[in-house]
């Protein structure tokens, strides 16, 4: 019951358009699958940590409201820049999948993370769902079972963004590629401003 409860919210997850959002699909348009997957893993481990921090109390670290305005200004920073990024960077329709470095993945994977983990709203998330996860399954094991299976669902999510932004690149012109990047840098750029609002 905890699994199936927990997986269900992780697929639940998919309504939340972010930042780590536009990145998933860009990276996975530009680059393909390898470089989707790439972000999607960085995206999750972010996660990952998230949740150890909340197991081990230090969520109340990033509750404090000093620490939450750094938290925040500092991820609406990496999104600026990659707004900016997206802003003004050509779209480029013929890169392979095998043209994709190791360096350029660690790259991917990094921005996953970072846009992902300083996110305060990701943080507020996941204290949401470990607390419910404790009240509901008082017991570690049904309770590392919920928490897996929220991971997994997230990530289940995250696969079918990049598999289907695989198909959509077959009909994507470099035009249409750049427009979409154009809107992406004003949509993370707005995100950005939004984050700032927030926390100030």
Known sequence: MSFIEGFGIGLGMIIFVGPVFFLLLNSSLQFGFKAGVAV?????????????????????????????FWVGVLGSIIVLILGINYLVKKARTQVGVKTVSSRNLGILFFKGFSVNFFNPFVFAVWIGVYNYGQKQYPDIKSLTLFILAVLLGIFTTDLLKVFLSKKVKKIVSQKRLTV???????????????LLYMVW
């Open 40 to 68: 999607a893993l960085g995206i999750i481990v972010s996660d990952i940590v998230c949740v150890g921090l909340c197991h081990f109390g230090l969520s109340s670290f990033f509750n404090l409201e000093e620490n939450e």
């Open 180 to 194: 979409f990047f154009r809107i992406t840098g004003v949509l993370l750029i707005l995100f950005s401003m939004r």
